[in-house]
């Protein structure tokens, strides 16, 4: 029998950052068996040297808990999903990294730091949580849709709320429901977000999948910056990214720790047969007005280009092309009590330049700056060129 399998986020570094797999098995032990193989390491996280399933751990099979089933015997059927997902009160903060001593509530001990960290947010109502969905890049399926309103109503209040960073949260979720809703949940793919000290969520405009002004593919860049950095602990601060598909920035990169911008640089080429007519349509459209015409031919004002490629796009004649193209990066945005835009720390990355400029980003944060003190405020510290050159002699994280 063939399964999907879903794994929880602090265990991906076992999967290589894969949320889901696929794995033959006929029943959860056999499944766990075909786990260990093909992940070294995954069976330490579920049973106990006594082959016992861990109490802070749960296990689904199509959203049925197989301890209400036949534990370990419970029998998978081809295509089943089965998902793994540890419970975070009740002593266990460790899975989380929380580095805060655990609060008393009545007889229970709940660290609440650490639930917050996994994106379970006590209320000010104290008895109630609002559970920060991980949304990547802003995309959520209909189904997922239908699943967020379904637990809304059943365990919730009826309603979510959007977050500032395009994700959901739905308020007013039980303590004693947190396994329970993150169990159907992860059924249907969805996650929890970081809260705290971690690199949260990757936002991101539509970019070229849907937008036309769109010179960069920000999901797939999203989506890599997600997979190799999401959700890493025990950093100084929080740490926020944004990918915006054109120099528009709709998905404001300078506001975050660090942002990414697709832009083109333009070049005026007559080769190959696209000779100017003077038209002045690239003048009219230009907003930076960059572009003059002096005896009939553009000239261009290199210092006032945005790097936008609206030149490029609609010269009647093609007589504008791109020069360079890729991803400008930000850094040390950052909003709160003292806001500070980000600023140009390179230029023209290539996708895989823009993760690998991320990973030691991250890095050279995490080694230089002082507990509780934004990238920005390093930055602010240290001055950009003496962060650069930390930036740039940085390991990637491994
Ligand atoms: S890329 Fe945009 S800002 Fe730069 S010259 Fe062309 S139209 Fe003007
Ligand atoms: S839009 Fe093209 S054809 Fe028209 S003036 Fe500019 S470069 Fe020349």
């Not at 950093?235 to 528009?248: A, E, I, S, Y």
Request: proline letters at 5%; glycine letters at 12%.
């Amino acid at each position: 029998m063939s399964v999907k399998v879903y794994v929880p986020s602090p265990w991906r570094n076992l999967t290589g950052g894969k949320a889901r797999v696929e794995v033959a098995a006929n029943d959860i032990a056999g499944l766990l068996g075909s786990m260990e193989a093909l992940y070294p390491g995954f069976m330490s996280h579920v049973v106990d040297e006594t082959g016992e399933v861990f109490h802070h751990v749960n296990i689904f099979v199509n959203q049925e808990l197989i301890s209400h089933s036949q534990g370990l015997h419970t029998t998978l059927q081809d295509g089943e999903e089965v998902a793994f997902v540890p419970a975070l009160a009740g002593g266990n903060s460790a899975y989380l990294g929380a580095e805060k001593e655990p609060a008393s509530r009545g007889r229970e001990t709940i660290d609440l730091n650490a639930l917050k960290a996994g994106g379970f947010i006590m209320q000010r109502q104290g008895n109630f949580f609002s559970l920060r969905l991980k949304v990547p890049v802003g995309n959520i399926t209909g189904e997922q849709l239908m699943k967020v309103a379904d637990v809304a109503q059943r365990y919730g209040k009826g309603h979510v709320h959007l977050t500032m960073r395009q994700g959901i949260e739905i308020p007013f979720i039980r303590l004693d429901d947190f396994n329970a809703v993150t169990g159907e949940l992860a059924i249907v793919g969805l996650g929890l977000g970081a809260c705290g000290a971690r690199v949260r969520v990757v936002t991101a405009c539509q970019g070229t999948a849907i937008c036309p002004h769109a010179l960069g593919d920000t999901h797939s860049l999203a989506g890599k910056l997600d997979e190799r950095l999401y959700g890493r602990w025990g950093l100084p601060h929080k740490f926020k990214m944004g990918v915006t598909g054109c120099p528009n920035a709709c998905a404001k990169p300078q506001e975050n720790d660090l942002g990414f911008m697709a832009v083109v640089e333009p070049v005026f080429d007559e080769s190959g047969g696209h000779e100017c007519i003077a038209c002045g349509l690239c003048v009219d459209l230009c907003p930076g007005k960059a572009i003059q015409l002096v005896d009939g031919k553009p000239v261009i004002d290199r210092g006032r280009c945005f790097h936008d490629a609206r030149c490029i796009m609609h010269c009647p004649t093609g007589s504008w092309r791109a020069r360079r193209e890729g991803w400008n990066a930000y850094v040390g945005g950052k909003w709160g009590r003292q806001p500070q835009l980000g600023v140009l720390f390179a230029e023209f990355l290539s996708e895989e330049q823009a993760v690998d400029l991320a990973e030691r980003t991250l890095a050279a944060y995490c080694r230089l700056a002082n507990k509780g003190e934004r990238l920005g405020s390093l930055i602010n510290r240290l001055g950009l060129a003496t962060f650069k050159g930390a930036v740039y002699h940085e390991q990637p994280c491994p």
